[in-house]
Nanobody, 109 residues
C-alpha cells in the first residue's frame, strides 16, 4: 500500500520560511508526477507546485520544489494568506494518484 507522509509544517511568523517534506513508500511503480497542493478552510484545494516530465510548474515564485531522497517544498516570505493545510501528491505509472494526510501551516504573528 502506497504511503505518502508530509512533515515540516507548523507555525511561522509573517516573512518567515518553512520547508515541507514528503516521504513516499510502498510502491514499486515509477512516479510520473509530483505535486504540492493546499486547502484553505471553505475553499477548494489548489495547486501550489507540480513537477512532471522534467518540468516544474509553480503557482507562486516564493516557493521552490525539489526532490532527491524525498520531495520538498521550500516556502519563503510567507504571509497569513499562505495559512492552509498542505498536501503532497504523487502520480504513478499505473495511473494511481496518492495523497498524504495533509499538514497544517499557520502564518501568524
Amino acid at each position: 500500500q502506497v504511503q505518502v507522509v508530509e512533515s515540516g509544517g507548523g507555525l511561522v511568523q509573517p516573512g518567515g520560511s518553512l520547508r515541507l517534506s514528503c516521504a513516499v513508500s510502498g510502491t514499486t511503480r515509477r512516479i510520473v508526477a509530483r505535486g504540492w497542493y493546499r486547502q484553505i478552510p471553505g475553499k477548494q484545494r489548489e495547486l501550489v507546485a507540480s513537477r512532471s516530465g522534467g518540468s516544474t510548474n509553480f503557482a507562486d515564485s516564493r516557493f521552490t520544489f525539489y526532490n532527491n531522497d524525498a520531495q520538498y517544498l521550500q516556502m519563503n516570505n510567507l504571509t497569513p494568506e499562505d495559512t492552509a493545510v498542505y498536501y503532497c501528491n504523487i502520480r504513478t505509472s499505473d495511473w494511481g494518484s496518492h495523497w498524504g494526510q495533509g499538514i497544517q501551516v499557520t502564518v501568524s504573528s
